[in-house]
């Protein structure tokens, strides 16, 4: 379901039969001796301001969202409930998710929630990886970014309290983020299951992972959690038109409340 078509729907309809009672269906209650409104006016009309209220936020400053896999791992976590920066990247028009005003690009290690390519009514979210003009190559479990290794620094270990086992988790610095991530480096990465995409034959794929050219306009995405996490190395690149924003703080998770907070 398109909840944001949805909800400028129901602003439309709701706006339309509070301007019919402001102008009409009010003073001919006010002529015939009667203050109060119908139940339907009620439910209509009268909930027209916060429904207003709710688009602007959602649509121009903040929208929340639930994290529903793994891929984000040690990141962010199934259940964190979060909120999506939208104007980070620019302002867009809701719905049509054009941009109208430009505010910034995504940079290198931040964290996004865009409109998955090949189905944009689905919202994903993974780590900005590489930007127009990168060329990123991913063999052996490491990540080289224009010719520079991004190095891995051991992190302890990750304890996964749904599966009740232990992960090796490393820190990885892209751009001027610090993040952690989870992976095997003993795991083959080899993309076995490439798909078609455009831009394909900006990547070409080995025995030992990738390489690929980010067309510009476009980002190269990939999940915290490498071995589990169905990313750019699979379906391509993210083009800009759809983005919807950067992916910042937990505001709730209601099997810990101590995950609350910023995040990076």
Same mark, same amino acid.
């Given at each position: 379901?398109?909840? %944001?078509? $949805?909800?400028? +729907?129901?602003?439309? *309809?709701?706006?339309?039969?509070?301007? &019919?009672?402001?102008?009409?269906?009010? #003073?001919?209650?006010?002529?015939?001796?009667?203050?109060?409104?119908?139940?339907?006016?009620?439910?209509? %009309?009268? $909930?027209?301001? +916060?429904?207003?209220? *709710?688009?602007?936020?959602?649509?121009? &400053?903040?929208?929340?969202?639930?994290? #529903?896999?793994?891929?984000?791992?040690?990141?962010?976590?199934?259940?964190?409930?979060?909120?999506v920066n939208k104007y980070t990247y620019g302002v867009r028009l809701p719905v049509i998710n054009t941009k109208i005003i430009d505010v910034g690009d995504p940079k290198r290690g931040d964290v996004m929630v865009f409109r998955f390519p090949k189905d944009p009514s689905v919202d994903y979210i993974k780590r900005v990886v590489g930007i127009p003009g990168d060329t990123v190559t991913f063999e052996n479990n490491r990540l080289t970014i224009n010719g520079q290794a991004v190095a891995l620094r051991d992190a302890g270990e990750f304890y996964d309290g749904d599966r009740l086992v232990y992960y090796r988790q490393y820190s990885e610095t892209l751009g001027e983020t610090e993040h952690k991530l989870l992976t095997d480096l003993e795991k083959p990465s080899f993309v076995s299951s490439a798909e078609a995409f455009p831009f394909r034959d900006q990547c070409s794929y080995g025995r030992s992972g990738l390489t690929c050219k980010v067309p510009k306009g476009h980002y190269f995405m990939m999940g915290d959690n490498r071995e589990n996490s169905l990313d750019s190395r699979y379906w391509g690149f993210v083009p800009e038109q759809n983005i919807v924003g950067r992916a910042f703080f937990i505001w709730m998770n209601f099997g810990d409340f101590g995950r609350i907070g910023r995040f990076q």
């Open positions: 379901m398109n909840f %944001a078509l $949805l909800l400028f +729907v129901l602003l439309l *309809v709701t706006g339309v039969i509070w301007l &019919l009672d402001i102008a009409w269906l009010a #003073p001919a209650r006010k002529r015939e001796g009667r203050d109060s409104r119908p139940m339907w006016l009620e439910y209509t %009309a009268g $909930l027209f301001p +916060v429904i207003a209220v *709710v688009f602007l936020l959602r649509s121009f &400053l903040f929208e929340p969202f639930k994290i #529903p896999s793994g891929s984000m791992i040690p990141t962010l976590l199934v259940g964190d409930l979060i909120l």
